[in-house]
Every structure is written in C-alpha cells, then in structure tokens.
C-alpha cells in the first residue's frame, strides 16, 4: 500500500479513477487485520486518504465499486457487527 502498511496486506482489487490521477484500492493499512477502502493519487503517492467509516475489529471492506464518473464510492463491510455485511 501507497505510504506503507501493516505487513502483506494489499488484497489486489484496484480501480483506477477516470481522470487517470488517482486510485482506490482496498488494503491493510493503519489498523492491523482490518482491511478498508483508500484512494491515493498516482503522480504524487503518499499519505492515502481512508474512504470508509470506522470498522469492526478485524473487520473489512468486502467489495466495492466506483461511480463512472469517479465521483463517488460504494462499498460491503462488516462496519456495525462484526461478520454482518452491509
């Protein structure tokens, strides 16, 4: 993950926004064992910005989607309950 990580943690679901500068990812990052949604520009990498709200413990992002006109960010976590997605 873009500014370092937690160990082996990127999951290898990426997409890549429409105006080629940025991309949202899915990782381990901050938080040991909870996998959330981020985006990080490409021309600059760094600090990435996490789009989720707060997990469970070892809790995660299960799936996500981009809106077309990469606006905007879905996503299935187990935020609220641990196991239970939403």
């Given at each position: ?38 985006v990080v ?19 995660y992002v ?13 996503y299935t ?10």
């Amino acid at each position: 993950a873009p500014g370092g990580s937690v160990g082996d943690s990127y999951e290898g679901r990426f997409h890549v926004l429409p105006d080629s500068q940025r991309i949202v990812y899915s990782a381990v990052w901050q938080n040991p064992g909870v996998r959330e949604l981020h985006v990080v520009s490409l021309d600059h990498p760094g600090q990435p910005a996490t789009l989720n709200a707060p997990l469970q413990p070892a809790g995660y992002v299960h799936d996500f989607a981009v809106s077309p006109d990469g606006r905007y960010a879905t996503y299935t976590a187990d935020q609220d309950t641990d196991g239970n997605q939403h």
